[in-house]
């Protein structure tokens, strides 16, 4: 009833305005909060949904810290999650992890992408991480969580993808749309077929692991136009990528996954690529993705609601 009404608003707006004018929808908005809360306890009472976020380590351009503090504040506003943070897990262990009913990974081994050197958890909280999700346990792989694991084939089966170095590459744009491409699977239901992210990255050819079952939820594409000198900036030198050596590269001008699920044992997998800072958790897209994707992997169902900017409407 509600789209219907808001569908003849619509039309009657479109009839009334000149034709060269822009059509002004009035829509319910507040600007986002700058300033991040600090958690606090829930009541028990509530059986929320117990999250666990595991971070501590990360690359130097991703402020983990902030991006955990608002991934916390967005879960627990839903009503839906109770969320706790570790920074130190090297030697976290089955019995720790299985008070959580999903596990969030937002870590990432190594200071710089290129760093010989890793920080790893050490062997016997590895396969705690592993046991927990092949028992049941849900597990969602976030964002810089995919720069590491090239050299760990346990854990690229885990998560379903990792960035390789010398074959992977972040596309140029940090603003791009992204593409639902299955908008039946309980995350995506009611989304709209394109959401945008902004400040972001764009991991295209990522090594899949070929025993992961992947279903692709959301994907971008890496277009050889974003590597012009003048859009892509000083990170990407103009001979390096210059038309021939762009019609070489793999995977140009082509669709690439960013959001999937996958299995892994018993457990649920849900692994999001997007979500790079606090600015990227704005959009209404990535926080849709990102908090009925936590709920699917700790249940197997979603009951949390398509934020409004995120929904589904009619484009007739």
């Known amino acids: 009833m509600k789209r219907a009404v808001l569908g003849s608003a619509i039309a009657l707006a479109v009839s009334a305005a000149p034709a060269a004018s822009q059509v002004i929808v009035n829509i319910k908005y507040r600007p986002p909060e700058t300033v991040q809360r600090v958690g606090i306890p829930v009541d028990p009472a509530e059986k929320r949904l117990k999250v666990l976020i595991i971070s501590g380590q990360n690359s130097y351009e991703h402020d983990w810290t902030g991006v ?9 506003d839903t009503g839906r999650f109770d969320v706790r943070v570790t920074e130190d897990f090297d030697n976290g262990d089955l019995a720790t992890l299985k008070n959580y009913d999903v596990v ?17 958890w050490s062997k016997s909280a590895e396969q705690a991480l592993f046991d927990y999700v092949k028992q049941g346990g849900g597990l969602v792989a976030y964002h810089s969580s995919f720069t590491f694991g090239a050299n ?13 170095p010398g074959s992977s590459r972040r596309s140029p744009p940090g603003a791009f749309p992204v593409h639902i491409v299955d908008r039946e699977h309980p995350i995506t239901a009611g989304m709209r077929e394109y959401v945008w992210t902004y400040n972001d990255d764009m991991y295209t050819n990522m090594k899949m692991d070929p025993d992961a079952k992947i279903h692709v939820l959301a994907t971008a594409r890496d277009a050889s136009a974003s590597y012009d000198p003048k859009i892509a900036g000083h990170k990407y030198p103009a001979a390096a990528y210059t038309p021939e050596k762009l019609k070489a590269m793999k995977g140009m001008d082509a669709d690439h996954p960013q959001v999937w699920t996958a299995d892994y044992g018993k457990g649920r997998v849900f692994s999001m690529t997007l979500g790079h800072d606090e600015v990227s958790l704005h ?9 009925r994707g936590t709920e699917w992997a700790a249940t197997g169902q979603v009951t949390l609601p398509v934020p409004e900017e995120a929904k589904d409407y009619p484009t007739q």
Do not use: C, K
Request: aromatic share 12%; no cysteine.
């Open 104 to 120: 969030l990974l937002n870590y990432s081994s190594r200071w710089n992408y290129a760093d010989p050197q890793e920080h790893r």
């Open 152 to 164: 760990w084939p346990e854990y690229r089966r885990l998560v379903g993808a990792v960035m390789e």
């Open 283 to 291: 959009f209404a897209g990535l926080q849709s993705l990102i908090l």
């Open 68 to 76: 955990n503090n608002m991934l916390r504040t967005m879960m627990h």
